[in-house]
């Protein structure tokens, strides 16, 4: 069964997000050392909470694997990608790992 890995990056009082070092530097290291383990992967910039609210997010990342298997392969390789998190960020990343149901 397939599985999805989401990485949701809260806003807060004293964070920051660098929008453009995340799209171009870090999305291509995610696609370099997780992305031979995924199905599909995507990241959605944060617009609105809903109308007239700003986002809770930053961003959201989505990560789409055949089977538990291929992620675990794929969190083996992620050390690259997760040492590289303070380039962008200094929010703590929120993990949902789920089964895809839909």
Known sequence: MAVSLQVLYPVGPETRFDYDYYAKTHM????E???????SV?????????????P???????MIF?????????????????????????TKPQLLIGEVIG
């Open 66 to 90: 055949e089977n538990q298997e291929k992620l675990q392969a794929a969190s083996a390789a992620a050390g690259p990608v997760t040492a590289d998190i303070p380039n962008y960020t200094n």
């Open 42 to 54: 995507q990241a959605v910039k944060g617009l609105a909470g809903g109308p007239d609210t700003p």
């Open 56 to 62: 809770e997010f930053y961003a959201v990342a989505t």
């Open 28 to 31: 291509a290291l995610v696609a």
């Open 33 to 39: 050392h997780m992305g031979p383990h995924a199905v």
